[in-house]
């Protein structure tokens, strides 16, 4: 039994910044339940929730932290050709309120 | 004369002894590129002003290979094969292309993906759909389809590709060629345009494995511009390959490959499972140990949706610097939420909205330990048993996907709750960072298929030379694909 | 019915002490010229990835140490994803309280007035910083210049009863960033921004039962100390107010932020209404391990902190408590102070010099130590000319004006003016004997006993010489001459 509806499918959307059409959100749906399904079959895996989560490929890997030098900054023809609105140095947008 | 269906080393011998030059090779590499994008789409980008290199005593250098359009390269069109990125020209080079350029290799194409790596169809990247240079009514499979496709026709010895799931794997055994992914870090992911950042790896195409250690050996490298990377300076991967591999202890998962754990298995699957015991028995002739291991079907079966669930909560993620303001097509919108929205919803294809609605789902604080939490944890399971099957076998040795290319009418890239944890179980090689290789193992319905040999975490020269060493023992070393367009 | 106020504060300072920025290795630097100081993974390009400055590290685990924080086995960061213009990649790296932040509860004494009061921490972080928003009439423009530069964010408890305390604890803080070069704490770059959050409660209830708090509302982007100030005496009179016309229990857990222009928070939103951040940890940043002997080596880098500066400077040259507090706030002014005292400036001179003139010049023309003509050379030659009787401490006061309005050295104001002290004796006996003829009715006093006329007639010679004469000098022969009459 899933926990997601149509309308929260349409809310997530929303929060990304995107639009779904009917059917698109249709099958967001039944691709959920599938994955719900799966998560129900994790879920009866002995002590799962004391399994420590794991967030990175190499589990054991340390690293070494950058040393604080400056490396030059980018030109700013380079930094602006790829965007369609600019104004002097600078990127522009439409006025951001609040 | 053609030599882009030849080895590097064969290439670089005549160049060397300058039998043929480097813009001869160009030559024949655009004209290939252009014959084969007219009939199987595989590029986004054909660079036909590509300019020769000198020719040094580095196996690549003077010759050209193709670069997947998810890789950033300088000046020229990198698209992800996504509408987001369609205009976008990156004023720097990934780092495993730059290391690649360094060595006098030459960019001659940039090939068609699944929209950001996000699909195993290759159908979903903004310029169309790849076709399966074996029979274009098939599929190559994904994401690195236009690679794939590519290398098998022979249009040059190797093109760079990406995996997250499979991406390199797959395609690579329903083109009939190689795929190569080392272990997590060897290959800087700087520049790589990111699908899943903790699964994602970079690798190559190529026709043999000799060819896909000379590539890696030249993309690698710690990167001061990866914290993931680490230094492999020490390693180099060809000089395993011809060792004997007599004595070397492989394992397979009954669970996966013995056919009695399939209901209603169809033909095409018994052929492939058959096949694939085959080349257990050529592994046997190698003197190489093979052993059935067994691992828990419950794990087995939630390889597919810890998959979906990880990678789509790390994509929506990494995705959200997609909003028209500092590159691609800005859209019009009365404030920057409606011009961002515009611009998201027009330009990703379906398939990755859905994954991103999941991916966020998963995150949100209500779900994330159900999900997320969850699927990571099943994650380190899976990988805990692989480890565990790493400490007495070098390797294990498994079919790739259920058979070979499916039609391409019969794609889909939903998340389909009857997928098989044989068509997903590359996946735990991305779950773990492990080196993974496939290599082609025979034909079924006359499309290739393929086999996968994974090894533990920095373990790549044993994997290679057991890929080696079994592949010398197939006929499908270097094989060129010839179209066939009877179904049988 | 009385009531007490909890105030508890979320300070973010960006680091301004190292060469880079937190995950890129652009100059970290304020800038006027926009995009000057960019790499590639501070405009998200495509495939750009994260590189944890070690510096950067260094100095929020120092932070962490000072303020009695446990430190972390291993450093991880996360992801906190929204969509903002100033955002570029569509997440900030921060770090959340689980797995670890550099710091997590501790706890800081400070002073309000002289009494030592504790404030304890939840936690403090390392997270990045925004891009700049520049707004114009139709349109936004972005500078990514701040974007990625290291920002430590700190959160305490609600520990403080009301404004008087969050700000000291804030000043406190300042100075103590100030001290480590962990940051300039300038507030008028943008550097120091705080959250505050507020909530009243029965003042006879127990505050350390978390049942007996009130509603706590979070005013957020208060980003000067008198703000936060002003905004927790808005919020608590506002809170109080809704407490007695009995519209206190509608009033829901709530976001708002303070309007400097009209004085009061505004309601941006409900506690339901909270984004959710969907953190999770960054896989582009393995996990660092935080080895014991790095942080052994952080503690000794501690240099000394204000608190310690107070302590010596009252005990060690006898300047009262309230002096010593002042010149320790800014570290410039007390690097300022201690340079004085190395170039053998008298303590107590240079403690007054600064408390009174230099400090009400900086305030008056609000502008930095560091930016003055009047360096502690200077300062200290103008003390040292007072003590040898070179000149006299009026015309000191004007050479120290001169110095920092003419930006000349206090050696050619007193060549240009003439302020050289005369302590020729025959001109004064001369100019003595003058004045004594002028004023026969004093002397003639004098010699009935009078004595305190002395001071009027040494005044007199004083003037005549227009404060040239050496002072001491003048009343010993003045002395001499009026007993010989």
């Not at chain 2, 000799?210 to 993931?228: F, L, P, R, S």
């Not at chain 3, 303590?347 to 010049?361: D, F, H, M, Q, V």
């Not at chain 3, 003419?406 to 007193?414: G, R, T, Y």
Request: proline letters at 4%.
């Amino acid at each position: 039994m899933s926990t997601f509806t149509k309308e929260m499918v349409e809310e997530y959307a929303d929060k990304l910044l995107i639009g779904l059409t009917e059917e698109e959100s249709d099958m967001v749906l039944s691709e959920f339940d599938t994955i719900d399904k799966n998560i129900d079959i994790i879920n009866t895996i002995p002590n799962i929730e004391q399994v420590e989560p794991m967030s990175f490929c190499l589990d054991d890997f340390e690293v070494d932290l950058r040393e604080d030098e400056i490396e030059e900054s980018i030109k700013i023809e380079e930094l602006l050709q790829n965007c369609d609105e600019v104004s002097d140095r600078e990127i522009e947008v439409t006025k951001v309120v609040g | 004369m053609s030599y882009m269906d030849k080895s590097i080393k064969e290439i670089h011998k005549d160049l060397v002894q300058k039998k043929v030059s480097s813009q001869e090779l160009i030559d024949e590499s655009i004209k290939k590129s252009h014959e084969i994008q007219e009939k199987y789409n595989a590029f986004v980008t054909i660079l036909d002003g590509a300019k020769p290199k000198e020719v040094t005593e580095e196996l690549i250098s003077g010759i050209p290979f193709g670069v997947k359009d998810n890789y950033s390269t300088k000046g020229i069109l990198s698209t992800g094969s996504s509408n987001t990125l369609r205009d976008y020209i990156p004023f720097f080079n990934a780092t495993s292309i730059e290391n690649l350029l360094n060595k006098g290799a030459i960019i001659v194409n940039k090939t068609v993906l699944d929209e950001f790596g996000m699909g195993g169809t290759g159908t979903t990247g903004h310029t169309g759909i790849v076709k399966n240079p074996w029979n274009p009514l098939h599929m190559c499979a994904g994401s690195s389809a236009g690679s794939a496709c590519a290398v098998a026709a022979g249009v040059y010895p190797y093109a760079t590709g990406s995996d997250t799931g499979d991406s390199i794997r797959k395609p690579a055994a329903y083109c009939g060629i190689v795929g190569y992914k080392p272990t997590y870090g060897m290959i800087s992911r700087y520049g790589l345009f990111p699908f899943a950042s903790s699964l994602d790896h970079c690798g190559v195409l190529t026709r043999n494995v000799e060819d896909a250690a000379i590539v890696v050996n030249a993309m690698k490298g710690k990167d001061k511009n990866d914290m993931t990377t680490w230094d492999s300076s020490k390693i180099d991967l060809t000089k395993s390959l011809y060792e004997n591999a007599k004595g070397k202890k492989l394992a397979y998962i009954k669970e996966l490959c013995n056919i009695e754990y399939y209901k209603n298995a169809d033909e095409t699957l018994k052929k492939h499972l058959e096949n694939f015991k085959n080349t257990l028995s050529i592994c046997k002739e190698l003197g190489i140990e093979v052993e059935e291991i067994s691992i828990d079907e419950k794990l087995l079966n939630a390889i597919a949706s810890t998959y979906v669930v990880i990678s789509c909560a790390e994509a929506t993620s990494n995705m959200s610097n997609l909003t028209g303001i500092i590159f691609g097509p800005r859209e019009e919108g009365k404030n920057y939420v409606e011009m961002i929205k515009n611009y998201r919803t027009k330009n990703f294809s379906p398939l990755i909205k859905r994954r991103f609605v999941i991916g966020s789902y998963v995150l949100q604080k209500e779900n994330k330990d159900r999900y997320f939490f969850n699927a990571q944890r099943v994650r380190r399971l899976l990988v805990d048993e692989w480890k565990k099957a790493f400490q007495k076998y070098d390797a294990i040795i498994l079919p790739v996907g259920t058979g070979p290319a499916p039609l391409l009418k019969e794609s889909k890239d939903v998340i389909d709750e009857n997928t098989k944890a044989l068509e997903e179980h590359l996946q735990v090689g991305n779950f773990g960072g492990f080196p993974s290789i496939t290599i082609p193992n025979g034909f079924i319905n006359n499309l290739p298929v393929g086999v996968n040999i994974t090894g533990n975490c920095y373990e790549d020269e044993k994997v290679l030379n057991i890929a080696y060493q079994l592949e010398n023992k197939m006929n499908y070393k270097n094989q060129i694909a010839k179209e066939n367009n009877d179904e049988i | 019915m009385k009531y007490k106020a909890l105030i508890g504060l979320e300070m973010h300072c960006e680091i301004t002490g190292t060469n880079t920025k937190a995950f890129s290795s652009a100059k970290n630097s304020y800038s006027t010229t926009p995009n000057e100081n960019v790499r590639p993974v501070d405009m998200a390009f495509p495939g750009t990835l994260p590189v944890v400055n070690k510096e950067a590290v260094k100095k929020a685990l120092m932070a962490s140490i000072i303020l009695n924080c446990k430190q972390p086995e291993y450093i991880y960061f996360e992801r906190k994803n929204y969509y903002y213009p100033d955002l570029p990649k569509g997440y900030q790296i921060t770090q959340e309280t689980k797995p670890a932040p550099v710091g997590i509860y501790g706890y800081l004494d400070y002073y309000v007035n002289e009494e030592q009061k504790r404030v304890r921490i939840n936690n403090i972080h390392l997270e990045e910083d925004a891009a700049s928003l520049d707004h114009k009439d139709s349109t936004s423009t972005i500078d990514y210049n701040r974007a990625g530069v290291p920002l430590l964010e700190l959160v305490t408890y609600p520990d403080f009863k009301n404004a008087e305390e969050a700000v000291s604890f804030l000043e406190t803080m300042r100075s103590i960033y100030q001290y480590t070069n962990i940051s300039e704490g300038d507030s008028k770059k943008g550097q120091i921004r705080c959250d505050v959050n507020v909530s009243i409660m029965d003042e006879n209830l127990d505050e350390t039962k978390e049942e007996n708090w009130g509603t706590k509302i979070e005013i957020k982007n208060v980003n000067s100390f008198s703000a936060v100030k002003d905004a927790i005496n808005y919020e608590i009179k506002r809170q109080i107010e809704a407490k007695e016309n009995g519209t206190y229990d509608e009033m829901e857990q709530q976001t708002r932020r303070w309007d400097d222009e009209k004085q009061e928070t505004v309601y941006m939103r409900s506690k339901v209404d909270a984004i959710d951040y969907k953190y999770f940890i960054e896989p582009n940043i393995p996990k660092f391990k935080v080895r014991q002997e790095w942080l052994d080596e952080i503690r000794m880098l501690i240099p000394e902190l204000p608190n310690e500066r107070k302590e010596k400077y009252i005990k060690e040259y006898n300047i009262n408590t309230k002096d010593a507090e002042t010149i320790v706030k800014e570290k410039d002014i007390s690097d300022y102070f201690e340079k004085c005292i190395k170039l053998n400036c008298e303590p107590k001179e240079a403690s007054n010099w600064i408390t009174t003139r230099l400090l009400g010049y900086l305030n008056k023309n609000d502008i930095k130590i560091k930016d003055i003509y009047m360096t502690p050379e200077m300062l200290t030659e103008i003390c040292t000319n007072v003590k040898t009787g070179k000149i006299s401490s009026q015309q000191a006061k004007e050479v120290f004006t001169l110095v920092l309005e003419e930006n000349k050295s206090p050696e050619e104001i007193v060549k240009e003016k003439g302020f050289v002290q005369n302590s020729n004796e025959a001109e004064i006996i001369d100019l003595i004997q003058k004045v004594l003829d002028d004023n026969t009715e004093a002397v003639n006093d004098y010699k009935n006993g009078k004595t305190n006329i002395m001071g009027y007639l040494v005044g007199q010679v004083l003037k005549a010489s227009q404060g040239k004469f050496n002072p001491g000098l003048t009343a010993k022969l003045l002395n001499e001459e009026i007993i010989k009459r």
